[in-house]
Every structure is written in structure tokens, then in C-alpha cells.
């Protein structure tokens, strides 16, 4: 018996004694003159609490580091131990353990990637280190806690030189950044704010720089000042009361002024350039923006879960959006300016009680957008020349517009989709397309207009106005080349109609009696036909109010629309009830504009067709809502494509490409489909702006390279990743998000390489 005691006691000594010894020092070096030559093989023979020393040289490799290590470079300069990403769409260092140290290196070349990549861990250092050419420098991912980022370099990096993404299940916090310095980046510092539960209890100094200018990361602080004098590179207030800041130049920071739970706080007077947003105010009260200046950001001034902020006299120019106001109450904007933003100048969703007095909103993508907003008042306004509605309420209630202008819009003036009981008096009209008819079906109800002032344009001029923008995209107001165009219009009446269509008619025999380059005019009714375009015509609806131009196939095995011509225009028709395609389009130069497609196997269909510009269609509730095969250069622009998947099997798709190169699709509202937008061996495309909502799949390429996703708005119901590429190489992704400040989630594979990628990125392996 003693002795098994005794053995017992022997064995565990030797135990203990083994795990003490383990821990050692390792060298790498790439010649072969030490334990190792990769830093990987190192990793994977260690233990915890082990040391790696590597060598000066180049290592080509991608780490992950699951154990309690330090990882040094020998020399201690990040010049001359180099690691290079060996895959360049996955992170240099990965690390899933704590207390790790990795100090001294360059780290270069994680093109989708990150330099360093802190998954959730605690207690690791991060030292003196030069991050540059990755996609972000160093990334603290999750609930990463208590860590320490000191004296480290990250530059040329093409999205975020230092980024923190808190996780909304876990709090970020206590970490701890000295001596960092961030210069050239694309966004050099980033604290992620998607998550409303996220910690930002971090500590970061003004010895951290953006640019050579100090970040100033103030918390639970109150009565501070910062004007030029502070010449501040980023300026961040969690838990601040009283605070001012002035006169700042602040630029490429995703947020370079950000407020979370701050109130009684004055903006006033600073300039803000190239960030993901400009100023944003989250969770925070009672503050007072003024007389900024925000250009060429993605969001210039936003304003989330808030209550009760000023804005006035800021302009917001050449930005994604002016001012975005989100889930916030009595919200005020007074004579604001924002111009020439890419989508709209102002946009409030799903916020109640705001004012929106004064401001001006031209040449925007739309010019103000409400969604999902009530009792609002909308009172002197003006939202001239967008591209789209001057004021839009969408799904909007119990809002009053009074003396509104709204001039020049290429479609309406005002647009009351899907909206109640919101009153407008005194308003004033002149835009490109007849105004949204009070209690259309399915559209508004109950909306009380009074006092209007409202001059619409005959339907053909408005028509022929559309069209010429359509085939003549690089002409805008501002070109003298337009005259041309408006040359044209002078030329075009009612006159110009070759051939009329009336219920009864048949419009296959207008267009076999027609002449290359006719127009026909089509009269609302049904018509049950078959059609076959075989020469360059013109083919429009003639509306009457209410009533709707509606083309029902006579043969369902066969395309409603058949064009074999090139430079056919198809515009204002409701196409539907074909077992074949609504649109079925072979040929170049062609226009399909303002249709409805509904209940179709293709409610668009491009063969073999190059040059065709598609916009504003609704294609919904087809098997397929718009496909491209073997077509190349066209255009698809604004178009409502959702409920595709009518037919089952493989005709589920809202966008379809396969074996096709080289076409722009551009803000297209793409929602409630199986496959929102889908690219099958097509390469050189560019989704830019779309809104890809609520599909169950919404973007996915397969074996397709080269393509461009940008600023794209995505979020899927049903499969866990946005973004989805399964053998497809060099596609650039930037700017997409899930959401107002929610990054999107990207899925690719080892099969998928050199992809330049964002978001929450999941790399199956």
C-alpha cells in the first residue's frame, strides 16, 4: 500500500515537473539555421507559456496562435522581420488565445484581411509592430477585453489602420491604446457602433494619433472644450455631459466625430471629409449641431436612437446621404443645405415627432425621405432636381407638408407610397411624372391635399424626357451636350405619334404596318397577344388616370414581348400570365422602362443582348424577376424586383446573371426574393447602391471574378451570410452594409482567392 502511495506521489511531481520545463524559447529562422523555419510550424510545436524568437528576414504565412506564446522579433524592427500573408483574403495573425504578445514585426499584405486579428481573446499585447497594405492594420474583434496596443504603426491599410467591434452579446471594453499611430489609411481609427449594448469603456490616450493629429477618447467626463487649438484627429464622447467642440478638420475616420449616451452638447463650425460618417450622434440628448461642414463622406451627419437634437444651418454636400435620422424623436433640422449626395439628402426612418423646417435638398438622389415616420411636419422645404422623388413618404402616417417645393424632380415632385392620413397644403409641383393620384389602390389612403400647386407635364413629353436620359446616360444638366437632347424634346408633341392603339386593336399589327424608328402609342385596355419586334420602334402606353395598359399572353408557351431588333423601346406596359418571359430581348441599344412584369417565368429577359438599359420596371412575383445570359454592357438601374419564386426549381432569383460581363446594376430595390441578386461565370460587374432586403440568399457569385460590389445595402432572413462567394477571385467589396452602421457578413472559401472583402467575414476552410 506505501508503496502505490509513493508511486502516486512520484508520478505527480514528475507531472508538474514536466509542465514547468515545457515551457521554453524557440527559434525560427527562415535559412534553417534554427528549430524552425516557418513561424507556423513554431506555433503548432509549442506549449503554453512558451517564447518564439524569429529571425530578421521575409516569411510568407498566415498564423494561428490558439496557445498562451509570446512571438518576438529577434531584432526587435518591424523593417526587417517581415511576414507577408501567404492568402492575402485571410488575417497574418489570427489569435483565439489569451495572454499572447507579438511584438516587433511588419506585417504586410492581408489584402481582405487583417494584420492582426484579436478573435474575443483577454489580456494580450500587441507591440511595436508596422501593419501596412492589409485590408485592416489591427482588429479587436468581439468581446475582446484588457488588451494592449502600444507603439504600433498602421499605415496604407485599405480600410481601417485600428479597428473595435464590439459584440452585442458581450461587452467590449478595458482595452487599453498608447503611442499607436495611424497615418493614410483609408478609415484610420475605427470603433464599430453597430451594436446597442456595446461597451466603450476603452482607454486610449492622446498619444495615439490619425494622420499626425491626436484622437481625444473622452469618457465620463463633463465642461470640456476642444477648438482648433486641440487640432484633434478624432474625437469620441461616451458618457459626457456640456461638452463643445469647435472649429476641428477632421477627415478618414469611420466616425471622426461620435457621441454615444451624451447630451447638452454644441457642435459647431467643424469640417469633416472622407469618413464612413461624418458626425454621429448614438443614444445622445438635448445636443446642438451647427454651421458644419460634412463632404464626401458615406453618411454625413447621423443621428440614431436620439432624442430631442438641433440641427441648423450645417451643409451636407457629396455625400452617400446628408443626414440620416434613425429611430429618434423630435429630431429638428432648420435650413440645412444638402446637395448633390449620391441617395438622398435627407432621410428619416422609422422616427416620430421631427421637424424638418428650411432646408434645401437638390440634386440628390431623392431629396427627402421619410420612412416609417409620423406626426412629422415638413414646412418650407425645397427638393429640386433628384433623380428621383423631390419629397418621398414611404409607409408614413399623420404628417403634415406645408409649402414644400418640390421642382424638376425626374419623377414625382411628392410621393406618398403606401402612406396614411398625412395632410399637404400649399405645396408647390412641376416634376417630370404625373403626381401620386390621392387613395391610388394599394398605394395611399386618407391623405388630405389642399392648396396644391401642381403643373405636370403631358405624358409623352415626360415620356420622351425619360427616354433621351435613358439613351443618353452621360448627359446630365450640367453638360453642354444636353442641348442636343433638348433639342430633340422641342421637335417631339403628341404630333410625333406614327401610330395609335386602341382597345380592340391589335398592337402586333400596329408594329408589321410600322416603319424602323416609329412610335406607338398604346391606349389603356387588355390585350391578350403574342408580340414580335423585329424592326427599331418606340412602343409606350398612353395612360388615362387609373387605368393601366395590361398585355396578357394568348399563347402562354410563348414571350409576351419577342424583340429580335436593336434599339426598341418598351416602356409603360403591365406584362403578365407567360410561361416563357414578359420581356424577352435579343439584340443592342434597347430601352425597357416603367413596366410592370408580374406572374411570368422571366419577367425580363436579356440573350445575347448588349446595351439595353432597364430601369424603373417592377418585376415581382415571377420565377425569375430579370435574367441576363450571354449579355453584356446593359444597364440596370432603380428597378423593383421582389416575391421571385413563383416557380420553383431553378427559377428563384431576383437578379439573374450567367455568362455575362460587364453590366451595372445600380440601385435596384432587389427584397423578398429566394436569391436576391445572383452571378452564375460572370465577371466585370459593378452592384453599386442596391438594396438587397429580406431575401433568403442575397448576394451570392459563383465562378465569378472581377466583379464590384459597392455600397450596397443587404440583409438576408434567412441564410446566416449576406455575401456569399464560392469560387471567385478578385472581387473588390466595399462600402455594403446590413443596415445603418451594421456591417454586412461575407462567407467565402479557400476555392475563393485574392477577393477584397468588409464585414464580419467568415473563411470556410
Known sequence: MKIKTYSIIAFSFLLIYANTVAADTITVDNNGNENYTSIQQAVNNSVDGDTIIVNKGTYIENIDIDK?????????????????????????????????????????????GSGIYLDSVQYNTVANNHLQANGIGIYLWGAAKNNILINNTASDNSWSGIRLSPDDSELASNNTLINNTMVNNKYNFEIYTGYENASMQNNIDTTNTVNGKPIYYLVNVSNITLNSASNAGAIYCINCQNMSIKDQVLQNNSQSIALFNTSDSRFDSNILSNNAVGIILFNSDNNTVLNNIVVNNIIGIGIVKSTDNYLSNNVANSNIVGFDVHESTNTELNNNTANFNKDN??????????????????????????????????????????????????????????????????EHGFELAGSDNNTLRGNIENSDMDYLPDDSPNRTSKNETKDQDIE????????????????????????????????????????????????????????????????????P??????????????????????????????????????????????????????????????????????????????????????????????????????????????????????????????????????????????????????????????????????????????????????NKLLDNNVKSIGYSFEITLGKSHNNTLQGNSAGFMTEVKVSSGPESTNNTLEGKQHIRR
Open 345 to 410: 439628402g435627407i432621410t428619416l426612418s422609422s422616427s416620430i415627432q421631427n421637424k424638418v423646417n428650411g432646408n434645401i435638398a437638390n440634386h440628390n438622389g431623392g431629396g427627402i425621405k421619410l420612412f416609417n415616420c409620423s406626426n412629422s411636419l415638413l414646412n418650407n422645404n425645397i427638393a429640386n432636381s433628384n433623380r428621383y422623388a423631390g419629397i418621398d413618404l414611404g409607409s408614413s402616417r399623420d404628417n403634415i407638408l406645408t409649402d414644400n417645393i418640390a421642382n424638376s424632380n425626374r
Open 456 to 523: 405636370n407635364k403631358s405624358f409623352i413629353d415626360s415620356t420622351i424626357s425619360a427616354i433621351l436620359s435613358w439613351i443618353y446616360p452621360n448627359n446630365s444638366p450640367d453638360n453642354d451636350s444636353n442641348n442636343s437632347i433638348n433639342n430633340f424634346l422641342d421637335n417631339i408633341s403628341d404630333d410625333s405619334i406614327n401610330v395609335y392603339v386602341h382597345p380592340g386593336d391589335s398592337i402586333q399589327q400596329a408594329i408589321d404596318n410600322s416603319s424602323s424608328g416609329d412610335i406607338i402609342a398604346v391606349h
Open 525 to 706: 385596355g387588355l390585350y391578350k397577344e403574342n408580340l414580335v419586334v423585329d424592326e427599331s420602334l418606340i412602343i409606350i402606353s398612353k395612360p388615362r388616370e387609373q387605368t393601366e395598359t395590361i398585355i396578357q399572353a394568348a399563347d402562354p408557351e410563348k414571350d409576351i414581348f419577342h424583340v429580335v431588333a436593336d434599339n426598341v423601346t418598351i416602356s409603360g406596359f403591365n406584362v403578365t400570365g407567360t410561361d416563357k418571359s414578359g420581356i424577352c430581348y435579343t439584340g443592342s441599344g434597347g430601352i425597357i422602362a416603367g413596366n410592370k412584369l408580374l406572374s411570368d417565368r422571366y419577367g425580363i429577359y436579356l440573350k445575347k443582348a448588349e446595351n439595353i438599359t432597364i430601369e424603373n420596371n417592377n418585376a415581382s412575383q415571377n420565377g425569375c424577376g430579370i435574367c441576363l445570359t450571354d449579355s453584356s454592357r446593359n444597364k440596370l438601374v432603380n428597378n423593383e424586383v421582389s416575391y421571385n419564386w413563383f416557380k420553383w426549381g431553378k427559377y428563384r432569383n431576383g437578379i439573374l446573371l450567367k455568362n455575362s460581363n460587364n453590366n451595372k446594376l445600380t440601385s435596384n430595390n432587389v427584397s423578398r426574393n429566394w436569391d436576391g441578386i445572383r452571378l452564375e461565370n460572370s465577371s466585370n460587374n459593378e452592384l453599386s447602391k442596391n438594396a438587397v432586403i429580406d431575401d433568403y440568399f442575397c448576394i451570392s457569385l459563383r465562378d465569378s471574378n472581377n
Open 68 to 112: 498562451k506564446l509570446a512571438i518576438i522579433s529577434k531584432s526587435g524592427n518591424p523593417e526587417d522581420t517581415i511576414i507577408q500573408a501567404l492568402h492575402p483574403y485571410d488575417h497574418i495573425f489570427h489569435v483565439t488565445a489569451n495572454n499572447v504578445t507579438i511584438k516587433g514585426f511588419g506585417l504586410k499584405n492581408s489584402s481582405s
